[in-house]
Structure formats: structure tokens, C-alpha cells
């Protein structure tokens, strides 16, 4: 299995939807496997909010050796959104008009800005159709704007737990996260570390909208001491204390900065903006379509992904059960594999997948069955 890392140099001037000009950028992507000689075994995979262009790490239950997506058959691309601090363009880069890093000065980049850039990364690797794009969340909204730009550059697409356009709900959420970041006192410092304390804090209520009522009645249940014999001002939440592990945690990996301008990229998101009604531009979509939800998402609501599917022309659409809420889609990997695989088959021969006996949450004509 051939893997690589590396850093795509885009050498000239590239406008934003803002209007503000970059006099260059640079992206960090991976590549897994090779393009055959008719290249056309490109699958295109999506990254979410904080995670980066290695989907080995965080999707591995369909990426990797042994897989639906089997390096040994595609070839894998990834590629870190602009604003991430994981190799792309970001805040904690030096400003050119400056000299010194953008920090809060950032020119945002929106999911459509994100898109633009990687087509002239796919036009660098030689691909000229990418057989699959797949992507959960924030990366299934990359999908869609990228296959509302250029229909013709996917022959399949899969967009997970995503919308057409990010919800009120989910700017809520994301604005409150903010004000985390903002409230904390070194956010106006121009240091690596500014807002960190407070970025923990948004983490913190991110995770109540990417799980739900019952992840947390399920898996936090109990004390940490597990003895409830503690006076009531000494006692320690499971919960509570999870809440605060999952801040440290991001913090030990992420800055605020990108934290801070990718919750506003995806705010941004809305693939009607600037074309037409959002039923009209999914109709101009002409990949063959797979659309999945995950039953008990709050933040990305089944109805949401019901629209897309409602709307693109010939779209199948699944929807699995899970516990995990919005991280479903990155947890339930065996039910999302049947789903694809089903999908794929006949124009893929599937891989060996005998082992998975979850069943179909589509019938025959793609509906979801109640």
C-alpha cells in the first residue's frame, strides 16, 4: 500500500466569496494507493470539523487495507480544509502583507472557497473524475458544494449527517461556541495559544450536540468515585468529568483560531447562495447518490438529509440506527460499509463483507423503511 503526504502549492492569486484575495496558498492532503491507468479509482473522502486529511486514523472502519475503500483497489484522497491547523493555510500562518501570523485576521474561507481550491489540487494529481466523494458533517458539506460547482467531476457521491445548508439550530450551537472562545481573556492576545481555555469550554458544549440524551444516560451514567457516599459538594460526575476530558483532549491537538473560523465556515454553508432555490440547485447534482443519516442526530437532523435526498435526482437514501447521535457517523462504520456496499453493487464488485449481517435500512426503491 503506497501512502503519501504532502503539501499542494497553489502558486497564484485565489479570490474568496469574501473578495478578499490570497496572493497564494497551500494545502496538505493524503494520498493512499495509486491512479490506475484509465483514472477513474479516485474516492474522494471529506474530513470534519477538527479532524485532518489521515482518515487511517479517524474512519478507519472503511478506509484502510481490508475495507470497502482498500487502498489496494482506489485511489485515496484527503485533503485538510484551508482554516485547520493540520498543514493547510491557517491562522497561525504568516501573513504575506505583514509578516507576521493572520491569527484573527484570517480571511475565512467558506465551504465554496474550500471546494474552489481543491479542484486545482485534482487538476494537479491528474484526476479527471473522482468515482466517489464521501463525506460526514462539515465534509459532507464540502461534498455537496462540490458537486453543485462541477457536476461532472463525481461519479458517485455519499454525503453523511449533512444538509444543504447549515441550520439555525447548528449556528446556534457554533455562535455559542464562539462566545466561549471570545469570552476568554487571551483571546485578544496575538499568541498560538490565545482563547485555548476557552475553546475548551466549546468543546465542551459541542459534545452535548454531537451525542444525545441517551449516550449520556447510557455510557455517564455513574459517579467517578462510584461510591455516592461523598458529601454532596465533594461528589464527582462521570459526566462531568467527561466534559472536561474531551476539552483537554482537544486542546492538547487544536488552537482556537481554527477552531474559531471553521465553526464560521460552516456556519457559511448553503449551497442556494448566490444560484437559486436550494430544491433547484440539488436538482443540477448528476452523481449517482447515496445519502445516509444517523436516526439519532440532533445536530444534523434526519429531515435534513431527507431534503437532499428528496431532491437530487435518482438519490437513494438510508438511515441507520445508532445510539451515538451526530458521532454516529464516525462510529458506526459496519452499518455505513453495508450501506455503501449495497449501494456500489452492481457497478463495484464488493468486497467480502458476508460478515456484516446488519440489515438495510432501505427497501427496494430507497426508501427508508419506518
Known sequence: MSETKKIFQYDASFELESGKVLPRLHLAYTTHGSLNAERNNTVWVFHALTANSEPLEWWHGLVGEGNIFDPSKYFIVCVNMPGSCYGSISPLDINEATGKPFYRDFPWFTTRDMIRAYQHLKEHLGIEKIYVGLGGSMGGQQLLEWAVEEPSAFEHIIPIATNARHSPWGIAFNASQRWCIESDPTWKDEDPASG???????????????????????????????????????????????????????????????????????????????????????????????????????????????????????????????????????????????????????????????????????????????
Open 196 to 370: 485555548i481555555e476557552g475553546m475548551k469550554i466549546a468543546r465542551s458544549m459541542a459534545l452535548l450536540s454531537y451525542r444525545n440524551y441517551h449516550t449520556y444516560d447510557h455510557a455517564q451514567q455513574s459517579h467517578t468515585s462510584d461510591t455516592g457516599h461523598l458529601p454532596v459538594d465533594q461528589q464527582l460526575f462521570r459526566s462531568e468529568s467527561y466534559q472536561r476530558y474531551q476539552g483537554e483532549k482537544l486542546a492538547k491537538r487544536f488552537n482556537a483560531y481554527s477552531y474559531y473560523f471553521l465553526s464560521k465556515a460552516m456556519d457559511a454553508h448553503n449551497i442556494a447562495r448566490g444560484r437559486a432555490d436550494a430544491e433547484e440547485v440539488l436538482q443540477s447534482i448528476t452523481a449517482r447518490t447515496l445519502v445516509i443519516s444517523v436516526e439519532s442526530d440532533i445536530l444534523f437532523p434526519v429531515q435534513e438529509q431527507q431534503f437532499i435526498a428528496e431532491h437530487i435526482p435518482g438519490a437513494e437514501w438510508a438511515v441507520i440506527s445508532s445510539q451515538y447521535g451526530h458521532d454516529g457517523f464516525l462510529l458506526e462504520f459496519e452499518k455505513i460499509a453495508a450501506e455503501i456496499e449495497a449501494f456500489l453493487t452492481p457497478p463495484m464488485e464488493p468486497p467480502a463483507y458476508a460478515q456484516y449481517l446488519f440489515l438495510s435500512s432501505r427497501d427496494k426503491k430507497g426508501s427508508p423503511k419506518p
